[in-house]
């Protein structure tokens, strides 16, 4: 069990461009969430699966925001069109579905809009 | 709204010395809540946790105090070590929000040795 793998590590987009990240997460886990951490912040929730279904988006998942997890394994996040306020850390997280399963997080996709 | 919220930025202690991290709540839904630590670089990573029915969980050097009717929980860090010089996030969950987790600013603790 590697944990959670998120890729790319970082990455630097120009304005307007479309960006996609990858999170593969514990492989008995069956809930995989995704956050956006800003400097200074804690992580804001974002939106979760629990195997193929995406059970809950924020009301920060703007429409340019689209998460999938197509075979209830791995996740991708796209960004479209992207603006500098997209700039920031995206955590991946995984859990079991049992009570209190603490969340486990990847190191993240740092996201620079230029 | 900031449901979660530490008000302290940054805490130094010296190596050896208690460390207490404090975090405040306003959401009386939640009934759950974790302790997260995170280096530079790295995803925040489970440090320990406490049901709302409890009021002390300890684990090692950590121990995490919840006073309910003050909406307020403490982390106790004893002896401490250089090496837990990080950013701690405080977090909470609603049993109905699917483990979703809503996190406080974070404390930067520098332990000092």
């Known amino acids: 069990d590697t944990g959670v793998s998120q890729d790319p590590r970082h990455k630097i987009t120009k304005r307007g461009q479309n960006v996609t990240f990858r999170c593969d997460p514990i492989s008995e886990h069956n809930r995989l969430y995704w956050y956006r951490q800003t400097l200074g912040q804690g992580p804001e929730f974002l939106t979760y699966?629990?195997?193929?279904?995406?059970?809950?988006k924020s009301r920060l998942l703007s429409d340019r925001f689209s998460a999938e997890r197509p075979k209830g394994s791995f996740s991708t996040l796209e960004i479209q069109r992207t603006e500098q306020g997209d700039s920031a850390m995206y955590l991946c997280a995984s859990s079991l579905v049992a009570g209190y399963s603490p969340l486990h997080f990847g190191n993240g996709t740092r996201l620079t809009v230029t | 709204d900031q449901q979660v919220k530490q008000n302290s930025p940054s805490l130094s202690v010296q190596e050896g010395r208690i460390s207490i991290l404090n975090c405040d709540y306003t959401n009386s839904m939640f009934d759950y809540f974790l302790w997260y630590k995170k280096y530079p670089a790295e995803g925040p990573t489970f440090l320990i946790s406490?049901?709302?029915?409890?009021d002390k969980n300890e684990d090692g050097r950590f121990t995490v105090f919840l006073n309910k009717s003050a909406k307020h929980l403490s982390l106790h860090i004893v002896p401490s070590q250089p090496g837990d010089s990080a950013v701690y996030f405080c977090a909470a969950i609603k049993e109905t929000s699917g483990s979703r987790l809503t996190f406080g600013e974070g404390t930067q603790l520098t332990v000092n040795p």
């Open positions: 699966f629990q195997n193929e279904a995406q059970l809950e």
């Open positions: 406490i049901s709302s029915i409890k």
